[in-house]
């Protein structure tokens, strides 16, 4: 197998990464474009580049992800690429009439320098922007950062060109959602709806990635959040950013230019994650919580009660995103397990600042801003009992012979995690169902004859 002979040893890296716990900038910001109706991603690079984001989409969510590219030749390699994203805009608009078209940059476009503010001032007067059509855009340098970078990146991105103060919203609260699956997004408006609470949720993947099969294709599915409604996250009562990796520099953005004060919270992940962002709505709209949210609540502490004894201790490694590690490193802690070692492949000092409050009563805990190769020497060197993570953890599972959960992005070999969302209450109740599933799997799997339980 791939990953065999990954030594136990472990020698101090510091120019050499192996096996990326990430990806690449644009991934994330074509990701986020999705998530606004009738928006186009536009890739300014390379035609390779675009297809491989496209890919690594469409496998993780089954779906077509539509995007256009600059098509870079070895002309504009040298030459910059102005004119063929000024003439792609013209296409654009013409050929597929989308509302948005939300640019990034690449690896080579961002070494070029090419200043894509002042390319899209160029298109706008040379009248390829037809009125009431928008270009926004985001640079996203792959050679920093990671896809939750590049996910920040166009979110901030989106709040430099929408909001208008005239554009009134009626004390409603921004909610910018992080990177989380269609139906996390869905269940957060269901959330706010319970609640009685004028939300924008933004960027809203639901029903753009996540679309049912007619039979009739539409290249702009009914979902995304509006323009209209982006215009009036300006004038908002306040605004929550799920995420300080992938929601919070938007937040700030929008709090410096329109004084919308902001919060920074940690994705609804698991039950105390879950009451702070239910305590931060409270508070801010002074609306209380409903029976039908606190019942959800009760379920999920009789669920973690009636279990316990299949937790209690469990070793898990995990590695991800930040602003998914930790709130879900929280949720194992306080159901009893122990996360011995989290590695994240998105640098910021923030999370291992996290990490050694929530792992501080675990003195084996091992945490850090590293890759896979690493994760894999500390679990050769002790063993742990789950392993969770995105597909690429399988290789380990396999040689280690480690039950597997997968847990974020991307997942490539199963189906599922677009459609049954992770956050809040119900949310925590699924994560835990899977965590208990896969150990309860592996006891029956290896119980002697004399112990093989009917009833666990
Ligand atoms: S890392 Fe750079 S060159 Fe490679 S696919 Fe991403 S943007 Fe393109």
């Given at each position: ?291 039908s949210l606190a019942d959800e609540r009760g379920r999920l502490v009789d669920m973690i009660s009636d279990m316990e004894q299949y937790?209690?201790k469990r070793r898990v490694a995990l590695f991800g995103d930040p602003d998914q590690l930790i709130p879900v490193t929280e949720f ?125």
């Amino acid at each position: 197998m791939l990953l065999r002979h990954t030594p136990k040893e472990i020698k101090e890296r510091s120019a050499l990464t192996v096996n990326p716990a990430k990806t690449c900038q644009p991934v994330g910001a074509m990701y986020a474009a999705l998530g606004i109706h009738r928006c186009l991603p536009h890739s300014h690079g390379s035609q390779g580049c675009c297809a491989y984001h496209r890919s690594a989409l469409t496998r993780h969510y089954k779906e077509p992800v539509m995007a256009t590219t600059s098509s870079f030749t070895e002309g504009s390699s040298v030459f910059g690429g102005q004119s063929n994203l000024v003439e792609a805009i013209g296409n654009i608009f013409t050929l597929y009439n989308p509302d948005v078209i939300a640019v990034h940059t690449t690896c080579l476009s961002e070494t070029i320098g090419d200043d894509i503010g002042q390319i899209i001032s160029k298109a706008r007067e040379e009248g390829k922007i037809p009125a009431g059509k928008y270009v926004i855009h985001a640079n996203t340098p792959s050679y920093i950062g990671s896809h939750v970078t590049g996910f920040a990146n166009m979110v901030k991105g989106m709040v430099r060109y929408f909001p208008e103060k005239k554009a009134a919203s009626g004390g409603a609260i921004n909610i910018i959602a992080g990177w989380c699956e269609p139906a996390d997004a869905r269940e957060l408006k269901r959330i706010l709806f319970d609640m009685g609470i004028e939300g924008i949720v933004f960027p809203d993947t639901s029903d753009v990635l996540d679309t049912p099969l007619t039979g009739r294709y539409a290249m702009f599915p009914k979902g995304g959040v509006t323009v209209d409604r982006l215009k009036m996250t300006g004038s908002s009562a306040g605004t929550l950013a799920l995420g300080a990796f992938a929601s919070l520099p938007a937040a700030e953005e929008l709090d410096a230019r329109f004084k919308v004060r902001h919060e920074a919270l940690d994705m609804p992940y698991g039950i105390k994650a879950t009451d702070r962002f239910l305590d931060a709505l409270m508070r801010i709209s002074g609306k209380m919580v409903p029976v039908s949210l606190a019942d959800e609540r009760g379920r999920l502490v009789d669920m973690i009660s009636d279990m316990e004894q299949y937790l209690y201790k469990r070793r898990v490694a995990l590695f991800g995103d930040p602003d998914q590690l930790i709130p879900v490193t929280e949720f194992l802690v306080d159901i009893g397990m122990r996360p011995v070692y989290v590695v994240t492949g998105t640098p910021g000092n923030y999370f291992e600042e996290r990490m050694a409050g929530i792992l501080g009563d675990i003195p084996e805990a091992k945490f850090k801003h590293g890759d896979m190769f690493l994760l894999h020497q500390w679990i050769k060197n002790e063993k742990v009992d789950l392993l969770m993570g995105n597909t690429y953890g399988k290789y380990i599972s396999r040689d280690d012979d480690i039950p597997f959960l997968r847990f974020g992005f991307p997942i490539l070999d199963r189906t599922g995690h677009s459609y049954f969302h992770s956050v809040g209450y119900t949310g925590a109740m699924r994560f835990l169902e899977r965590i208990l599933n896969s150990l309860m799997d592996r006891q029956d799997r290896d119980a002697p004859e004399e112990s093989f339980e009917l009833v666990m």
